[in-house]
């Protein structure tokens, strides 16, 4: 479930980090907020409404938060409870970009990878101790699921071959 996390962390940051490059070039260039898919890809939000305009420093502030996101997942893809609550953590800014930006298909995201990170934590947590002390983890040593490790059957045991008929 870690590597589902991660995963999901990365493809926000990716997502997101786009066309945030995008639109940086595009303010900078005078331009205004580019348009995707005919809607402000970093305008027209909660923002706007409140009166803070989308600018070049809301945006590197934005893709600063995405950046973070790039460890987090590291982290979780090595099993470690911290880039589980790293990635929490970033949860919090990312919302509040996701809220006034009014983008709607990341907080769609942010709920499957809180819940990838639940299923995870447990054994996040047993594969930090066992690292801590040295140990080895039954089933291995990240916080996978177990369907994402590998199987018994797929160990490297010792094949045996019937001996040949004569």
Known sequence: MSQLAAILVWFDAIGL???????????????????????????????????????????LLFLLVLIAEVPAGWLLWQGQRSGAVLALILLVPEAIFWWGFDLPIPPILGVARVIAIALAWEACGRSDRARATGQRVAGGSSCQSASLRPSASTSNVPYRTAPAAS
Do not use: K, M, W
């Not at 945030?20 to 898919?37: F, M, N, Q, Y």
């Open 17 to 59: 980090a786009i066309p945030g490059l995008i639109g940086v070039r595009s303010l900078l260039a005078g331009h205004g907020v580019p348009l995707v898919l005919g809607y402000p890809s970093y305008g027209g939000g909660a923002f706007e409404r409140a009166g803070i305009a989308t600018s070049v420093p809301l945006l």
